[in-house]
């Protein structure tokens, strides 16, 4: 089974029920998959309804509730993310400390990083599919 690990972008997506990730949430619905999502990226979506960046009423028990029910899990950091992460190159041009870490769970924990963000193609060790 091919395993996943979906970025913040996607996870708006799929809770917004966007067309860009479409064909992604039947295969999540047919758990054509193993599929989670960063810690970090919860971190982030935290931060970007507090700060009013995106809107919505969702509160954090029915997140936690809609991962569940998607069998999304959450993933966390362990010694190996945080090796990556230390030997990661860094660019000037891609310096958020979120997506770096989102990177290096995806590199150690083997995991393909589904994403729409263009800077990612950086780090060529990084299995992507983008959308």
Not at 55 to 76: P, R, W
Not at 92 to 106: E, F, G, K, Y
Request: net charge negative; hydrophobic share 40%; glycine share 4%.
């Amino acid at each position: 089974m091919r395993r996943y690990l979906l970025d913040t972008c996607v996870l708006i997506w799929l809770l917004n029920e966007d067309e860009r990730v479409k064909s992604l949430a039947e295969d999540i619905n047919y758990y054509q998959g193993d599929y989670a999502i960063s810690v970090e990226s919860i971190k982030e979506f935290i931060y970007l309804v507090q700060s009013g960046k995106i809107n919505t009423d969702i509160t954090f028990d029915e997140l936690v509730n809609a991962l569940n029910k998607k069998q999304i899990s959450i993933y966390g950091y362990d010694k190996y993310t945080l090796k990556t992460l230390f030997e990661l190159p860094f660019f000037r041009s891609h310096p958020d400390p979120s997506d770096r870490v989102i990177i290096a769970q995806a590199i150690a924990g083997k995991r393909i990083l589904i994403t729409g963000d263009l800077k990612f193609d950086n780090y060529p060790e990084l299995q992507l599919v983008k959308v």
